[in-house]
Nanobody
Framework: QVQLVESGGDLVQPGGSLRLSCAAS????????TGWYRQAPGKQRELVAR???????NYADSVKGRFTISRDIAKNTVYLQMNSLKPEDTAVYYC?????????WGQGTQVTVSS
């Protein structure tokens, strides 16, 4: 069983920055991939950014150039640095750990971008 705990969500003005953290109970290096997803009210959950155990990353087109996913293997933590935030980035952000046969999710952290 893997537990994921997100933190860092907040209310921020457009153009601002936030860094989300996802602390895992197990070794993130053993995961196939770790990702950040988000779900806005009335919309489906969507992939924001993902990093594989080899360190490869991919991003949603809407966040490329603004968001960066990274990891600290020693701390079993994955981060999402979000810059130049826009109101359309407002959502609950979820951390996901993909293992060979299971997926695990955190409880989510709210990010609100508003003036």
């Amino acid at each position: 069983q893997v537990q994921l705990v997100e933190s860092g969500g907040d209310l921020v003005q457009p153009g601002g920055s936030l860094r989300l953290s996802c602390a895992a109970s197990g070794s993130i290096f053993s995961f196939v991939a770790t990702g950040w997803y988000r779900q806005a009210p009335g919309k489906q959950r969507e992939l924001v950014a993902r990093i594989t155990n080899s360190g490869s990353t991919n991003y949603a087109d809407s966040v490329k150039g603004r968001f960066t996913i990274s990891r600290d293997i020693a701390k079993n933590t994955v981060y999402l640095q979000m810059n130049s935030l826009k109101p359309e980035d407002t959502a609950v952000y979820y951390c996901n750990a993909a293992l060979t046969y299971n997926d695990y999710w955190g409880q989510g952290t709210q990010v609100t971008v508003s003036s």
